[in-house]
């Protein structure tokens, strides 16, 4: 299975600043015939389903706003929020689509200072 | 809109059996890969398996918790999949999302609480 491991647990970030959370995949998942890393994060606000932000590690889901960005390739992946607002208090999801099991990262609480 | 409606969660001793429905709209149900994804209170997100759409081969694939224990199905005259589970244990209570996946995650249901215990 690929571990994926993010950094930090929690967060907490002023409005306005900016928000950078990491992903580490015990194994890469740029995939060579392709070209692309099937790296996905998702975001999940208290008492709702996890939403789809990023896919292919840096592609925002239609309807994303631009403060959101992922960057990253083969096994380090980070997911930027330019500027916080605070709508955004929330806990998001690297996820890995490379290969079954399909596998979460354990979390990231992100709150306002 | 594309629309995931969970139903069938509930309260069940371990060792006992349910059986979740989730209905699609808004999409062609018939070509799309489904999955269910559990989160145990408090906890993160895990995959439990897959069904791929009858032109894919409609085969199913699952996690190692609950492979033997939990098939996937699917109906697309109803637009629904299913999850049966079986042998339930204590550490399969959790609320279930039903997801319509193209490689990754794009819809999500409400969820479905499945509580396990005595």
């Known amino acids: 299975d690929i571990v994926m491991t993010q950094s930090p647990d929690s967060l907490a970030v002023s409005l306005g600043e900016r928000a950078t959370i990491n992903c580490k995949s015990g194994q890469s998942v740029l995939h060579s015939s392709t070209n692309k890393n099937y790296l996905a994060w998702y975001q999940q606000k208290p008492g709702q389903p996890p939403k789809l932000l990023i896919y292919?590690?840096?592609t925002r889901e239609s309807g994303v706003p631009d403060r959101f960005s992922g960057s990253g390739s083969g096994t380090d992946f980070t997911l930027a929020i330019s500027s916080l607002q605070a709508e955004e208090v929330a806990v998001y999801y690297c996820?890995?689509?490379?290969?079954?099991?399909?596998?979460f990262g354990q979390g990231t609480k992100l709150e306002i200072k | 809109e594309v629309q995931l409606v969970e139903s069938g969660g509930g309260l069940v001793k371990p060792g006992g059996s349910l059986r979740l429905s989730c209905e699609g709209s808004?999409?062609?149900?018939?070509?799309?890969?489904m999955s269910w994804v559990r989160q145990a209170p408090g906890k993160g997100l895990e995959w439990v398996g897959h069904i791929k759409s009858k032109s894919d081969g409609g085969t199913t694939d699952y996690a190692a918790p609950v492979k033997g224990r939990f098939t996937i199905s699917r109906d697309d005259s109803k637009n629904t999949i299913y999850l049966q589970m079986n042998s339930l244990k204590t550490e399969d209570t959790a609320v279930y999302y039903c997801?319509?996946?193209?490689?990754?995650?794009?819809?999500w249901g409400q969820g479905t609480l499945v509580t396990v215990s005595s």
């Open positions: 292919w590690a840096s």
């Open positions: 808004g999409f062609t149900f018939s070509n799309a890969w």
């Open positions: 997801v319509r996946h193209q490689l990754v995650f794009t819809s």
């Open positions: 996820q890995q689509y490379y290969d079954t099991p399909y596998t």
